[in-house]
């Protein structure tokens, strides 16, 4: 069966960090575009990190570029998202994806597997 879950969740105080982890399994993830999306309350799944299978290059979206760093370990089949200086804004649930191919690769409709989501609340 294949499979991504998620861990590292939960609630945060502003400014600090959280380390998301999504391991694979039923599927080798060496290959594929991965990535970390984020659902905020009342909001649409933005794609908010990823990396492209084909180069290696890691692409940010502009609110988390500089504090959030996506990082993937293929003997582990795993990968992650070290979130530092946490906002109230970057509540929401974060998801985990694999895509086959990806031209766009934080375009949500270019993913295969999705992992169940994990709640991350950064509040005070």
């Known amino acids: 069966q294949l499979q991504l879950v998620e861990s590292g969740g939960g609630l945060v105080q502003p400014g600090g960090s959280l380390r998301l982890s999504c391991a694979a399994s039923g599927f080798t993830l060496d290959y594929y575009n991965i990535g970390w999306f984020r659902q905020a309350p009342g909001k649409e799944r933005d794609g908010i990190s990823c990396i492209k299978s084909s180069d290696g290059v890691t692409h940010y979206e502009h609110s988390v570029e500089g504090r959030f760093t996506i990082s993937r370990d293929n003997a582990k089949n795993a990968f992650y998202l070290q979130m530092n200086s946490l906002k109230p804004e970057d509540t929401g649930v974060y998801y985990c994806?694999?895509?086959?191919?990806?031209?766009?690769?934080?375009?949500?409709?270019?993913?295969?597997?999705w992992g169940q989501g994990t709640q991350v609340t950064v509040s005070s």
């Open positions: 994806a694999a895509a086959r191919s990806a031209y766009q690769c934080l375009d949500k409709y270019e993913y295969d597997y």
